[in-house]
Structures are given as C-alpha cells and as structure tokens.
C-alpha cells in the first residue's frame, strides 16, 4: 500500500511538472534581431567679429580678433586659421572703398597665420555649444599711404578655420594667439 502511494505521489508530482513545462513552453516567446543607433550630423563652426579695439593707425599694426561659435553638442578644437585676399571680392573692407585693403592695409603674417605662430593655434578649444574669442596679435598692418577716408573704420578681415571634434581636451586652452 505504501509503495502505491508513491508511486502516486510520484505520478501526482510528474504530472505537474509536465504541465507546467508545457505551460511554460506555451509562453516562451524568445526571439533575436537588430537595434539602431544613428550619428548626429556635424555642424560647422560659424565665425563673426569679435569687436577688436581701436589699434590701428598710419604705421602701427592692429589685432583681429574672431568670435568662434561651436554649434555641436561637443568640443571641437581648432586646428588653424587662415585670412582670405587683401583685396578684391573676397578681401578686407570697412564700408568705403578708398580705405579698403590694398590702400594702406597689409597682412603681417603669412595667409595661414600659423607657421609664423609663437604660440601655435593647435589645441584652442570651443566648449560644446559654446563660443570662444580669438585674439591674433598685430595681424594687420597699416601704412603712411592710408587715406584720411580710413579714421575710425572698422575693418571686416575674411578669416577661415579647420576644426574637428575634441573629447579630450578642456575649452579655452589657449586665449591669445601671439604673431611676432
């Protein structure tokens, strides 16, 4: 008699286990396939001027100076930067064509403003969605031959950099680019 107990307990004991596998292999819905992740589209950097002060004059050098805007949700560093023609289309004004480059006005340094650069432009760093002033000392020279038309212009200089994203760096590693 106590072995047909057993024998049903063990029966009574199987069977719920059976069930419950087959109860269990109803509900098991595993299954495999794919994510996505997508990469932001980079924004280039946007220049305007930066308010340089009031430096120039017959015979004296002045600075320019750029406001570097970083629309990106990272850091971008700086890698050079360059000015355009001293004149022509593409070349310095200041709103009266008498005093525009080639009348008075000369570029200091090289058209990169890099290889003759004491302290080098590699490592300026904008913050993410930040903006940084580039100060680059005596860029611009002013001769004896300007006009009196040039007294108290401000000069639009066309400048360019190549930037590219940064995750190392801090921002504002260097604050004045010094040409000699």
């Not at 805007?69 to 022509?88: D, F, K, R, T």
């Amino acid at each position: 008699m106590q072995a047909r107990k057993k024998v049903g307990a063990l029966a009574a004991v199987t069977s719920v286990l059976v069930v419950t596998g087959i109860a269990y292999a109803l509900w098991t819905a595993d299954g495999i396939g794919s994510g996505d992740a997508k990469a932001k589209t980079e924004k280039a950097v946007t220049l305007a001027a930066g308010g340089a002060s009031d430096q120039l004059y017959p015979g004296a050098n002045g600075d320019v100076v750029i406001k570097i805007h970083n629309p990106n949700p990272y850091n971008v560093v700086i890698n050079s930067v360059s000015h355009g023609a001293l004149s022509g289309t593409d070349g310095i004004t200041s709103g009266n064509t008498t005093c525009d480059a080639g009348n008075g006005l000369t570029y200091n340094h090289d058209s990169s403003w890099n290889s003759t650069t004491p302290t080098a432009l590699t490592g300026v760093v904008v913050a993410a969605n930040g903006d940084y002033a580039l100060t680059i000392k005596n860029a611009l020279a002013m001769d004896n031959s300007v006009v009196d038309a040039c007294s108290g212009k401000t000069f639009t200089v066309p400048v360019g950099v190549a930037a590219q994203s940064d995750t190392t760096s801090s921002p504002g590693t260097a604050s004045n680019v010094v040409l000699s």
